[in-house]
């Protein structure tokens, strides 16, 4: 059995391949084997991850980007859109409110909770109090936690590289993704041993070597250990952490 050792926690709950209903952990805790790899906690999205795939961070939603908010103290714990959004209570609960533009642009705030809302202003509530003071000239973006709501790796990006499902995982159930140290993943075309891998633009959650002659300019996942043909399960030195 892998020795999973937690970098924050002296315990870890919940085993390399177990699929859980329930989260043990918190959404995008970071562990270590004892050979090098390491593992980021996620919750699958609506559809089951596979193993040895590439995953991806919950897509972007673009009407919860550059939202206009209230005026905002430095000290405050909350910010209220004057923007309206659609949301279920707490779906960015963990995640993260990044501001955009204008005054306070450049900090970020971890969001604790919220309301539900229907085409409506929302108050979020922070875990870290505002560094500067915002205005209603400010504009705001929400963030779910990267590894809240993964998705099988899509070939059209709309969000980042989260890691390698190590299993497969129930819909919307909690498990590890692996995002360090030797790990299977997809081969989408030839791959040569020693060369990078960015994620396939043809075969979703598979990797690919730029050498294809693609003009997509993908970040890269790792770095070959073997060498290995489309549709195969190569071995790679995941860099994803």
């Known amino acids: 059995?892998?020795?999973?050792?937690?970098?924050g926690p002296a315990v870890v709950g919940q085993g390399l391949f177990v699929d859980s209903s329930?989260?043990?952990?918190?959404?995008?805790?970071?562990?270590?084997?004892?050979?090098?790899?390491?593992?980021?906690?996620?919750?699958?999205?609506?559809?089951?991850?596979?193993?040895?795939?590439?995953?991806?961070s919950s897509a972007q939603d673009t009407g919860d980007h550059n939202l206009a908010i209230a005026a905002a103290a430095a000290g405050a714990t909350q910010i209220v859109?004057?923007?309206t959004v659609t949301v279920t209570a707490n779906q960015y609960a963990g995640g993260f409110v990044g501001v955009a533009d204008d005054a306070g642009e450049g900090f970020y705030y971890k969001i604790s909770g919220h309301a539900a809302a229907a085409g409506?202003?929302?108050t979020l509530d922070l875990e870290d109090e505002i560094q500067v003071a915002l205005t209603t000239s400010t504009t705001i973006d929400l963030i779910k936690n990267?590894?809240?709501?993964?998705?099988?790796?899509?070939?059209?990006v709309s969000s980042a590289p989260a890691g390698v499902a190590v299993q497969a995982l129930t819909a919307a159930h909690f498990g590890w993704l692996q995002v360090s140290g030797p790990c299977s993943v997809l081969a989408d075309d030839t791959i040569g041993v020693g060369l990078d891998v960015v994620a396939s633009a043809t075969v979703a959650g598979?990797?690919?070597?730029?050498?294809?002659?693609?003009?997509?300019?993908?970040?890269?996942v790792g770095t070959a250990l073997v060498a290995a043909t489309s549709a195969e399960y190569a071995m790679?030195?995941?860099?994803?952490i």
């Open 206 to 220: 598979a990797v690919e070597v730029t050498a294809d002659g693609a003009p997509e300019i993908m970040v890269v």
């Open 81 to 83: 859109t004057t923007g």
């Open 120 to 122: 409506a202003v929302v």
């Open 146 to 156: 990267p590894y809240a709501g993964v998705i099988i790796n899509p070939t059209t």
């Open 236 to 240: 790679v030195n995941l860099r994803l």
């Open 22 to 56: 329930t989260a043990v952990h918190n959404i995008g805790e970071l562990v270590h084997s004892n050979d090098g790899r390491a593992f980021r906690y996620c919750q699958a999205g609506a559809v089951a991850l596979a193993a040895g795939k590439l995953q991806q």
């Open 1 to 7: 059995m892998t020795d999973l050792t937690g970098t």
